[in-house]
Nanobody, 123 residues
Framework: VHVVQSGGGLVQDGDSLRLSCAVS???????VAWFRQAPGKGREFVAG???????TDVDAVKGRFTVSRDNTKNTVYLQMNRLKPEDTAVYYC???????????????????WGQGTQVTVSS
């Protein structure tokens, strides 16, 4: 399984960014999640999408971040709107090892990870 991320960068408070996660070697039957890790903190679950397209996200990003997937490209996107300085982190895409299930907030449930991409939001 190969997971390649793209997107990210430096933006200002209130701006938008879109991250992409291209997956090869595992199809859309497997859930994909986005995690992030801020400096000095642990890796935290942000949002995920299951094989039926149902999305799970955390309160901190609800209404601002949207997860979607293009099954024809086997790519998952994280659209981040109204970004805040506290969203600054390295963002990781991860593919779960179990298909026909939903995303998990536990990073141990994922066996394939992207390389990570920095998102910095300045105030």
């Amino acid at each position: 399984v190969h997971v390649v991320q793209s997107g990210g960068g430096l933006v200002q408070d209130g701006d938008s960014l879109r991250l992409s996660c291209a997956v090869s070697g595992r199809n859309s039957n497997y859930p994909v999640a986005w995690f992030r890790q801020a400096p000095g903190k642990g890796r935290e679950f942000v949002a995920g999408i299951e094989w039926r397209g149902v999305v799970t996200d955390v309160d901190a990003v609800k209404g601002r971040f949207t997860v979607s997937r293009d099954n024809t490209k086997n790519t998952v996107y994280l659209q981040m709107n109204r970004l805040k300085p506290e969203d600054t982190a390295v963002y990781y895409c991860a593919v779960r090892s179990l298909k026909w299930t939903g995303p998990s907030s536990d990073s141990k449930d994922y066996d394939s990870w992207g390389q990570g991409t920095q998102v910095t939001v300045s105030s």
